[in-house]
């Protein structure tokens, strides 16, 4: 048995701790109604075509590419149901099962082609497995409206302390992983990418002629890197939380006006909310309802501490592989050294958001080995051209692209054949440069996650530090 004064009894006593469960109720409420808006964009927008249905050719996630594409009126299907499985999380009912199919068809999704992969979405599909496992339900519910009229419940409800800490090191670790990345001298000395992206808004009103400015640009690299890095510390502490919030606000707001960066902006304004006290909601509600006037504050949720049994012992093991994992996932770029910006080796899942201003040209030479004739092969025979922009400066997905052609020219009789690639790829305003060997025959390289020796290594020199030009 363990004693009462034990290290994990202590830990289980603190985990377990239960706290007003406002805090929660409402992230249910505004990631539902954000996630439903999300769905409905790609009904409307006609994204569900031309991302998935149009091309004829797909990108797999390594490991994943046995996840088909549904036909397209259920793919349309899915998505209906996904913004009304949205809606049903955000107004909690029938959260259990709703919370977990939505998951599931988010998840399905994501891995339907890689070269739609954004940092938003995948935080979408992992707050969503969190709130299917929460007990996100239990406060400002139908679900519990329901339970108190069938079950006589009480209409105050509390969650463990643990779900707190877990929310908040997920979204802690996008603010801190996306500040660390910023850490280099692309961003901090020569202001790059954001000197470009900058230079393509001086139309816009009041802004736009501050964008003309040469140090503008570097003065917001330093800004962007100095909010990321510390946001999560200010909104920790008590005194500082209401200003930090403004701050935030303003900051998602702004990058919302001034990039294409999707529904990223307001998943982090609803993200920063698990910062303040829990019972911020109710607080909130009391003030709004007694017009600003002094409310007594209600006493403490109260409960008793589970002991540590192995079903607490099994949880806590599960959300120590999450968190290790969430971490290992960022920091697994610095085992292939060089440049992740240029590589892409560790890239993605590792919160590098909006790092590289980054494209180019790839073009194929097919080569029979028995007659040794050559063919230059144009991606765009295959693709899109958003899939052949994403392509053409990520090596794994030219990789990808080279086995598909090598296989269907094998099936038609023409194998065997060897497969190279010529590359011009420039990141962040340097001059174009080769990005994968030209020597080496693709179609002979597997596909996995060691160090990929057939990637050349990156332009020594810095990127551009000259003003936007009109």
């Known amino acids: 048995m363990v004693a009462a004064s034990s290290p994990l009894e202590r830990l289980n006593a603190t985990l377990q701790r239960p706290v007003d469960g406002a805090w929660l109720g409402a992230l249910r409420i505004l990631y539902g109604a954000a996630l439903c808006v999300s769905m409905l964009r790609f009904i409307v927008y006609g994204w569900i075509d031309r991302l998935f249905l149009e091309p004829s050719f797909r990108f797999a996630y390594y490991g994943f590419g046995w996840v088909e594409m549904l036909p397209g009126p259920q793919l349309h299907a899915l998505f209906y149901a996904l913004a009304a499985l949205a809606a049903c999380i955000s107004i909690g009912f029938c959260f259990r099962a709703a919370a977990l199919l939505f998951a599931l068809g988010l998840s399905y999704v994501q891995l339907l082609d890689v070269s739609t992969y954004l940092n938003h979405y995948y935080l979408a599909a992992l707050v969503a ?12 519910s139908v679900d519990a409206c329901l339970a108190r009229r069938l079950g006589g419940a009480t209409t105050r409800a509390s969650v463990a302390a643990g779900w707190l800490y877990l929310f908040r090191f997920q979204f802690g670790i996008v603010y801190t992983f996306a500040g660390l990345a910023k850490a280099q001298s692309d961003w901090l000395v020569h202001g790059q990418p954001l000197r470009i992206w900058l230079g393509a808004r001086t139309d816009l009103p009041v802004l736009g002629p501050l964008f003309m400015i040469d140090w503008v640009p570097l003065a917001m690299s330093w800004a962007g890197f100095l909010f990321d890095t510390t946001i999560v510390f200010w909104l920790s502490v008590k005194r500082t939380r209401l200003a930090a919030y403004a701050v935030v606000v303003v900051f998602h707001v702004l990058t919302r006006l001034l990039f294409p960066i999707g529904m990223f902006p307001v998943i982090m304004i609803i993200a920063a909310l698990v910062f303040f006290e829990p019972s911020w909601p109710r607080e909130l509600w009391r003030r709004i309802a007694r017009r600003g006037s002094a409310a007594p504050a209600e006493p403490p949720p109260t409960g008793s501490t589970p002991r540590v049994g ?30 992740v910006l240029w590589h892409e080796q560790g890239m993605r899942f590792a919160w590098r958001v909006m790092l590289r201003a980054k494209g180019g040209s790839t073009e194929l030479i097919v080569r029979e080995v028995r007659t040794g004739k050559e063919l230059y092969v144009n991606p765009r025979a295959y693709l899109t051209g958003m899939q052949e922009a994403e392509m053409s400066s990520q090596p794994d997905l030219i990789l990808q692209l080279a086995h598909h052609v090598r296989d269907e020219l094998e099936r038609r009789g023409r194998g065997p054949v060897e497969v190279r690639a010529i590359t011009h790829v420039s990141l962040n305003g340097r001059r174009a440069a080769p990005l994968i060997d030209p020597a080496i025959d693709l179609g002979r390289v597997r596909d996995s996650s060691a160090p990929a020796p057939w990637i050349l290594p990156a332009p020594s020199d810095p990127p551009p530090h000259t003003r936007p030009v009109l």
């Open 310 to 339: 192995p079903a607490q012992v099994v949880i806590f093991a599960v959300a120590v592989c999450y968190c290790a994992v969430q971490l290992g996932l960022p920091l697994r770029a610095h085992l292939y050294g060089g440049n």
């Open 129 to 140: 497995w969190l709130l299917a496992l929460s007990p996100a339900h239990r406060v400002a």
